[in-house]
């Protein structure tokens, strides 16, 4: 006879058993991991807690994959995917992000961490800088912007990187964002900045795993993406800096357009001395449609 340790009876037989677990309110069975709880809250936290389970404890519904669980709590819940967390509204969901998280309320993202927002924000602002490159009708949010424009390439002036770091340069009078330490001085008394070396890597880069920096040491999967990495500033001279003249923290930087987004960003006292600081832009922008008309 088949018994029932629970309950302390005899069945006929393990059909009749099973039909007890079944139909009984003392048992609580996953099929799937062959546990018996002795309450439906047993159950809902096993299911919640097993690795094995993907489980929306507010629907009682089960998924077949993680991700599909994660697809559910997106498009059917107010889900926070930073915390693994569903809120009963809107407003909670909302008010959540503002307490907790880098929250952008004009669009409703969460940002992983305050620079990021910082980034996004500048999305929202209206394109009020008009890039004076010949050829250009592009306009942007910030100067900041407008120099990474610049510094990609991509205007159709011909404006590169080096012409950014040459006009800046000399355009900077009173060394109050590039350091002259990092410059060359000619016989006319001008800065200029050190020459700049363009390096590219071959196949000999492969190290047996992966394409290699012989500067930095990271690795990249494919040579594309390390002569990517070589062009780019990230070996530059750090020949910018925060002007401690007006009262700035004295970091340094490799870009231009990252000096100028530090000092738009308000993170230290030289804000203040927005005046001085759009003189040396004003000066740069007018020097750049000089070289490019």
């Keep these: 006879m088949a018994y029932c340790n629970r309950c302390d009876r ?4 393990d059909d009749a058993l099973w039909q007890h677990e079944r139909m009984s309110s003392r048992h609580w069975i996953c099929h ?3 546990k018996d709880f002795p309450s439906e809250r047993g159950l809902t936290q096993h299911y919640v807690q097993s690795p094995r389970h993907h489980y929306c404890q507010r629907c009682d519904s089960h998924f077949d994959t993680p991700y599909d669980l994660q ?8 889900y926070c995917s930073l915390c693994n967390k569903i809120f009963d509204s809107k407003l909670g969901l909302q008010e959540h992000n503002r307490q907790s998280h880098w929250y952008c309320a004009t669009c409703g993202r969460s940002f992983a961490s305050e620079n990021n927002l910082m980034q996004h924000k500048r999305t ?5 800088v008009q890039c004076p490159g010949r050829n ?8 900041a912007d407008l120099v990474l424009h610049w510094e990609s390439g991509t205007c159709p002036s011909g404006v ?12 900077d009078r009173y060394r109050l964002i590039t350091d002259a330490r990092r410059l060359i001085q000619g016989p006319d008394g001008g800065y200029t900045p ?12 492969w190290n047996g795993s992966a394409y290699e920096c012989v500067l930095c040491h990271c690795t990249y999967p494919k040579l594309a993406r390390l002569n990517e990495h070589l062009q780019s500033p990230v070996h530059d001279e750090r020949m910018y800096k925060c002007p401690t003249a007006l009262e700035g923290c004295a970091a340094q930087f490799r870009t231009l357009s990252a000096v100028v987004q530090h000092i738009e960003s ?15 832009m004003d000066d740069l922008t007018s020097s750049m449609h000089r070289l490019t008309c």
């Excluded at 929202?124 to 009020?128: A, C, I, R, V």
């Excluded at 590169?160 to 355009?171: C, E, G, M, P, Y």
């Excluded at 804000?271 to 040396?280: A, C, D, L, M, T």
């Design 124 to 128: 929202h602002l209206p394109k009020t």
């Design 194 to 205: 050190r020459g700049s070396v363009t390096t590219w890597a071959t196949q000999a880069s």
């Design 10 to 13: 005899y069945f006929s037989s």
């Design 32 to 34: 799937d991991c062959g």
């Design 136 to 143: 250009c009708t592009r306009a942007f949010a910030s100067h």
């Design 71 to 78: 697809d559910h709590y997106v498009s059917d819940h107010w």
């Design 266 to 280: 308000g993170k230290c006292g030289v804000r203040k001395f927005q005046r001085q600081i759009q003189g040396v």
């Design 160 to 171: 590169t990187r080096q012409l950014v770091n040459d006009t800046a340069a000399k355009n």
